[in-house]
């Protein structure tokens, strides 16, 4: 009856690690399925939190850019603060949720 106490044991413990580690691992498979875009900014909508980016080879994607996006123009900024025409690169996840901005004045 031992080893049938120590095997339930063993499992219940290799289940709560189990369990601790799904978080880590979770934001780990988030972290890799980051896609870096680059391009010019061609509208900012403040009211959707949105910017629109225009690539060198002309597509048009806009990425949100959610309150817990880092947004650095040359310094951290504000959504407000981005001008139409500047370099930008983003990390976005695939719904297109950014991660970080960074706009780079012309």
């Known amino acids: 009856m ?16 189990g369990l601790a580690l799904s978080p880590a691992l979770a934001q780990e498979k988030a972290k890799a399925k980051m896609t870096k875009i680059s391009g010019d900014v061609g ?4 009211e959707k939190n949105t910017i629109t980016i225009v690539t060198k080879d002309a597509k ?14 040359a310094k951290p900024g504000k959504l407000a603060d ?10 976005v996840d695939d719904k297109m949720d950014a991660a970080e901005v960074v706009v780079i004045p012309r």
């Open 60 to 73: 048009i994607i806009t990425i949100n850019v959610p309150a817990k996006a880092k947004l650095k123009i």
């Open 82 to 91: 981005t001008p139409l025409g500047a370099a930008v690169q983003a990390d």
């Open 2 to 17: 031992k080893a049938g106490k120590l095997s339930a044991l063993l499992l219940c413990t290799l289940a709560l690690v």
């Open 43 to 46: 509208n900012v909508n403040e």
